[in-house]
């Protein structure tokens, strides 16, 4: 079975700053790789996903994430966070095959203006 | 907003109640998943229907019953639930079971309290 590592619970930035939010999966095969985000009081909304071809993969609003095979990693980034970023972010698994999500612990993210 | 309509938004229920949340797609979809999230924790997946048959049932009790009438809908429902269950459900489509790169459309919950 699969499982997913988000390494930061909660994340405090100001506006401006860079973000780089971490993922790590567990796995022995092959897998398909998202980020959710949710915004207070809203649905779950996908922002990217990788399933083959370029490791960079650029999702909406800014954000992209980089699939590194080698270290089982697919961490989110964004160069310049604004206030409306403030959600969780929900780093999401399943393998080759299979369209059943595992997903990480989330982190929430607090942008302050 | 999302294509993918759940309700009622919002459900207090009592122990003895029995009530049903409802889902609803019109994308086309024929996989339709049900999710259990607490404050401040990831959804775990609770069933999954694949072309209208139950595919997957995570160990659910039995007190949460799905039910899936045709492509469209998805329905689960509630009979002595306990106050532990006092959760956000929601539900999920995507194109197919089996196409794992598409991904999952989610819809806004239901947030059940049990009293």
């Known amino acids: 079975a699969q499982s997913v590592s988000q390494h930061n619970h909660h994340v405090i930035l100001s506006e401006a700053a860079s973000l780089e939010l971490g993922c790590n999966y567990s796995?022995?095969?092959?897998?398909?790789l998202f980020w959710y985000v949710q915004y207070p009081g809203q649905h779950l909304q996908l922002l990217l996903k990788?399933?083959?071809?370029?490791?960079l993969v650029k999702g909406i609003k800014g954000f992209e994430a980089e699939f590194i095979k080698s270290k089982f990693s697919f961490n989110l980034r964004k160069p310049s966070v604004q206030w409306s970023d403030t959600a969780e972010y929900f780093c999401?698994?399943?393998?080759?095959?299979?369209?059943?999500?595992?997903f990480g612990k989330g982190t929430m993210l607090l942008v302050s203006p | 907003d999302t294509e993918v309509t759940q309700t009622p938004k919002h459900l207090v229920m009592g122990m003895t109640n029995k009530k049903s949340l409802k889902c609803e797609q019109h994308?086309?979809?024929?996989?339709m998943y049900w999710y259990k999230q607490k404050a401040k924790k990831p959804p775990e997946l609770m069933f999954v229907?694949?072309?209208?048959?139950?595919?997957i049932n995570e160990s659910v009790p039995s007190r949460f019953s799905p039910e899936c009438p045709n492509s469209s809908l998805l329905n689960l429902h509630l009979h002595a639930l306990q106050p532990e269950d006092s959760a956000l459900y929601l539900c999920?489509?995507?194109?197919?079971?089996?196409?794992?790169?598409?991904?999952?459309?989610f819809g806004d919950g239901t947030r059940l309290s049990i009293l």
């Open positions: 796995y022995g095969g092959t897998v398909n």
């Open positions: 990788y399933f083959s071809g370029d490791p």
């Open positions: 999401a698994v399943n393998a080759k095959g299979y369209s059943t999500l595992t």
């Open positions: 999920a489509s995507s194109l197919r079971a089996t196409y794992s790169n598409q991904p999952q459309h």
């Open positions: 229907y694949s072309y209208e048959k139950l595919s």
């Open positions: 994308m086309g979809h024929r996989a």
